[in-house]
């Protein structure tokens, strides 16, 4: 499992400017001179310690899934002694709540093929990290009878991803079906609307049926 570089201070400083000007204006609608300004260095200082701005992006884009990855294991563990179904629920909300946090990623990133190479390994790990919790769920699931079907995880990994980085990547076609949604509050309308699809999609697939007694 590849580990991030270790980035300066000066570095991480940039990077959170960086993202947050970008978090509020997009990618492209965000200048090196603006992050420039606001971070209080030269422009000659992003070539310097990223190269470019796209790669700057790339870098930004490797801390965050490296965080990800450590919060996932972190949140997991915390949750390790609930019962399947409800640690199915929280994992679906950490994902779909981690991905909308940092939508704007994915109109940066929008093919992997794109990638540099060392940051498409840092998402397989990530992926396989998610795979093997979901394996790890499913299997105490049927263990305990909670679950009647043992749906392969990198399937439900797949449905899961693919349905909300759809809704991120088509806002504009995505946002017709959400009328009581403006600018402000989309987001939070959006992961209301997907957090009762994802629910029923995956535990119907998983064949549970809640016990209300």
Known sequence: MKKIKKLSEKQLHILEV??????EKGYKGTSVREICSQANINVAM????FGSKDKMMFHLYQYRVQKAKENFSNFTQTISSASPA????????????????????HGFVTNENHM????????????????AKFEEVVEKGIVVGEFKTAVKPENLLATIL?????????KEFFQCYLPEHNEENYYQKLEE????????TVFSLLGYEKNDN
């Open 193 to 200: 609307r997907l957090k009762t699809h994802l629910y029923n």
């Open 116 to 131: 540099p190479a060392p940051n498409k390994e840092f998402l397989k790990d990530f992926y396989i990290l998610c795979v």
């Open 86 to 105: 409800m640690q199915m629920k929280e994992i679906l909300n950490f994902i779909l709540g981690q991905i909308l946090k940092f939508n704007y990623f």
């Open 18 to 23: 960086a993202e947050g000007l970008i978090a």
């Open 162 to 170: 693919g349905t909300i980085i759809f809704s991120i990547r088509n």
């Open 46 to 49: 992003i070539s310097y310690y």
